[in-house]
C-alpha cells in the first residue's frame, strides 16, 4: 500500500480538519501546529498512558489512572493521595481543622496558630532547649520559658537564667547556679485576706499535713503559725558549729550558741543596791539607788525613785534581797526585820527572827537579814522591799541589795 500524504484534511462542509506540517506536528482545529499533538477545543478519552505536559485551560475532569501531571494551579472540592506531594510554594488552607495528617507533620521553619489554639490528642514532642533558648517560649521573648536539660527533667528559664528546676527524683531546686536571690512565694497577688501555707506529707496517716508553715487570714497583723503533727521530735538544729537565735523587731532575743549555752540578754532582770545611809522609818518600802557597778536594771523595770520592781509580763520570778542596818542597840528585837510586798501587801517574811547581840548576831552595831523566794506574778504586779524596824539602812551597795530576774 502506499503513502498517504496530506498537509490537511477538511470536513465536507469546508470547516475544521486536520494539519500536518512538514515537522511532523500534526494539529486538531490549529492549523499551525505547535508540538507533536496541538488541539484547540475539548480532548476526550477513556484513558490515558505517560505524562501529560504543558498548559492545561479550562477544566479537566474524569482523570484517572496514574498519569504525572504538571499545572500551575489545582482546584479540587477534594483529592485522595497514595504517595508524597511537594509543594515547592506555600499551601493555604482555608479551615485547618479539616487537615486530617495519619502520619507525621513536619514544618521546617515553624507552625504558626494565629487564632482558635492548638488542640493536640497524642504526645507533642519539641527540642530540648536551653537557658538561654527554651524549646517552649511566649511571643517576643525568646530567653524565657521551659526547657528540659537533662532526661526526666524539666527547667524554667527567666531572661537566659535558670528560675526552676524539678529533676529526676521530684526534688525541686528554686533559683539559677550562680549569685542570683532564690525566692519562694505563697500567696502573692491575690486579693483580700487568705491563708497562705506549705504542707510538708511524709506519711499515710497525715495525708492532709505532718508539718505546716501557715499565715492566717486575720490581715496585716495576723498570727504565722509552724505546725508539727505526730509524736516525734520538732527539731531545729544546726548542723555545723552555729548558733541558733531568735529575733524580735530585727534584734536578738534568745540564743543558743554552738555549746549549748542559752543567752537571753533582753530577759527582765536588776540587781540594785543602796549606796548612802538612810532611815525610811518603820513599815515604809526602802528605796534603792544604785544600778551600776556590779548592778543592772535589764529593761528599766526597778524604779529608783520609788523603790517598786514594776513586773514587765506575767512570770515565774525569782526575788532576793539582803539588808544591813547599823547602829542597832544591843539587846534589840530584830524579828521580821523586813518583808517582801506585791501590791503593798505581804508575800514574804525575811529569814531571820531574833535579836541583835553584839559580838552572837552582829558587831559594832551592824545586823543583816535577808531573803529570797520565787514568786508567780502578773503584769502590772509591782514589788518593794519593806522596812519593818525604825533602823539605819547601811549605805554600802555590796551590802544592802535587792535583785529579781524573770525565770520564764
Known amino acids: 500500500m502506499s503513502d498517504i500524504r496530506f498537509n490537511r484534511w477538511l470536513h465536507n462542509s469546508g470547516t475544521g480538519g486536520v494539519t500536518q506540517d512538514s515537522s511532523g506536528n500534526i494539529g486538531i482545529g490549529s492549523s499551525v501546529p505547535r508540538t507533536a499533538l496541538d488541539v484547540v477545543g475539548i480532548v476526550s478519552a477513556t484513558s490515558f498512558s505517560g505524562a501529560l505536559t504543558g498548559n492545561v485551560t479550562g477544566n479537566a475532569t474524569g482523570l484517572s489512572g496514574t498519569p504525572n501531571i504538571t499545572v500551575g494551579s489545582i482546584t479540587a472540592s477534594s483529592a485522595t493521595i497514595s504517595g508524597n506531594v511537594s509543594v515547592a510554594g506555600t499551601v493555604t488552607y482555608d479551615d485547618v481543622t479539616n487537615v486530617d495528617s495519619v502520619g507525621l507533620v513536619t514544618a521546617r521553619t515553624g507552625v504558626r496558630i494565629d487564632a482558635g489554639g492548638l488542640v493536640v490528642v497524642g504526645v507533642t514532642t519539641v527540642a530540648a532547649g536551653s537557658t538561654a533558648a527554651p524549646s517552649i517560649t511566649p511571643t517576643g521573648d525568646s530567653n524565657t520559658g521551659i526547657f528540659f536539660p537533662a532526661a526526666d527533667t524539666i527547667a524554667f528559664g527567666e531572661g537566659g537564667t535558670e528560675a526552676l528546676r524539678i529533676d529526676s527524683s521530684g526534688g525541686v531546686s528554686i533559683g539559677a547556679p550562680n549569685t542570683s536571690d532564690a525566692s519562694l512565694t505563697c500567696g502573692a497577688n491575690a486579693t483580700g485576706n487568705r491563708y497562705a501555707y506549705i504542707d510538708l506529707v511524709g506519711d499515710t496517716t497525715y495525708t492532709d499535713f505532718g508539718f505546716r508553715i501557715i499565715r492566717n487570714n486575720a ?190
Open 219 to 408: 490581715g496585716p497583723n495576723t498570727d504565722t503559725a509552724l505546725f508539727h503533727r505526730g509524736t516525734g521530735d520538732l527539731a531545729i538544729s544546726c548542723v555545723d558549729a552555729g548558733q541558733i537565735s531568735f529575733r524580735t523587731s530585727g534584734t536578738e532575743r534568745l540564743k543558743v550558741d554552738s555549746s549549748g549555752r542559752v543567752t537571753m540578754p533582753f530577759q527582765p532582770s536588776f540587781r540594785v543596791g543602796r549606796s548612802t545611809n538612810y532611815n525610811p522609818g518603820a513599815n515604809t518600802d526602802i528605796i534603792f539607788n544604785v544600778v551600776s557597778t556590779h548592778h543592772h536594771n535589764t529593761g528599766n523595770h526597778y524604779n529608783t525613785s520609788n523603790g517598786r520592781f514594776n513586773v514587765p509580763v506575767t512570770g515565774k520570778y525569782l526575788i532576793s534581797f539582803e539588808i544591813v542596818w547599823q547602829d542597832i542597840p544591843n539587846n534589840a528585837t530584830m524579828e521580821d526585820a523586813c518583808y517582801i510586798f506585791v501590791n503593798g501587801a505581804g508575800a514574804m517574811f525575811s529569814f531571820s527572827r531574833g535579836f541583835y547581840v553584839s559580838g552572837i548576831t552582829g558587831g559594832s552595831g551592824y545586823y543583816v537579814d535577808f531573803g529570797t523566794c520565787i514568786l508567780s506574778l502578773n503584769a502590772t504586779d509591782y514589788v518593794t522591799i519593806r522596812n519593818h524596824r525604825n533602823y539605819t539602812v547601811h549605805g554600802n551597795s555590796l551590802y544592802t541589795w535587792f535583785a529579781g530576774h524573770l525565770l520564764g
